[in-house]
């Protein structure tokens, strides 16, 4: 049975190959390697010296870990793709090949807008693209479409006010 943990510096190689696997998505898209990933400054800042003090993130593993998710804070002299604010954390999931659609996503989402709330966080941001799967559970969850570009959404859950 799987279970969700606090991410830790310990888990930083294993964010970088989730943020390739969030990266490229899509069945027929080839997964970069994480050093291509990560050779990539629009990406790598996603993951780039985790955790960084205001960091949160949750790994779900069984013997094995099988995804994460995690927020960052980004600014606007270094926005990330979901960017809103410097106020609001945006968020990057992914779950490895073979352990989606099995409420694992649910689960590391969850657990970042319970940290959220219990913290004050006032909004949870992403960016998703419009064909990806994802996207349901986004909503699912109360996310909506704050704006679009390029293919892409940026969504937001609000949590306070």
């Given at each position: 049975m799987a279970t969700v943990r606090r991410a830790t510096a310990a888990d930083a190689p294993f964010l970088q190959q989730v943020l390739a696997i969030a990266a490229d998505w899509r069945p027929d898209a080839g997964v970069r390697t994480v050093a291509a990933v990560m050779a990539d400054p629009a990406l790598a800042h996603y993951v780039a010296g985790w955790p960084a003090p205001r960091d949160v993130g949750f790994v779900v593993e069984d013997d094995r870990p099988l995804g994460a998710a995690w927020w960052r804070f980004f600014t606007e002299q270094d926005p990330g793709y979901g960017f809103v604010d410097p106020a609001t954390p945006e968020i990057s999931i992914g779950v490895t090949t073979g352990f989606r659609r099995r409420g694992l996503g649910t689960a590391l989402l969850?657990?970042?807008?319970?940290?959220?709330?219990?913290?004050?966080?006032?909004?949870?941001?992403?960016?998703?693209?419009?064909?990806?799967?994802?996207?349901?559970?986004?909503?699912?969850?109360?996310?909506?479409?704050?704006?679009?570009?390029?293919?892409?959404l940026t969504m937001i859950l609000k949590l306070t006010g």
């Open positions: 969850e657990a970042l807008v319970d940290e959220a709330r219990h913290l004050g966080v006032p909004a949870l941001s992403l960016s998703v693209e419009t064909g990806n799967p994802a996207r349901s559970l986004y909503q699912r969850l109360g996310f909506v479409t704050r704006s679009r570009a390029a293919g892409s």
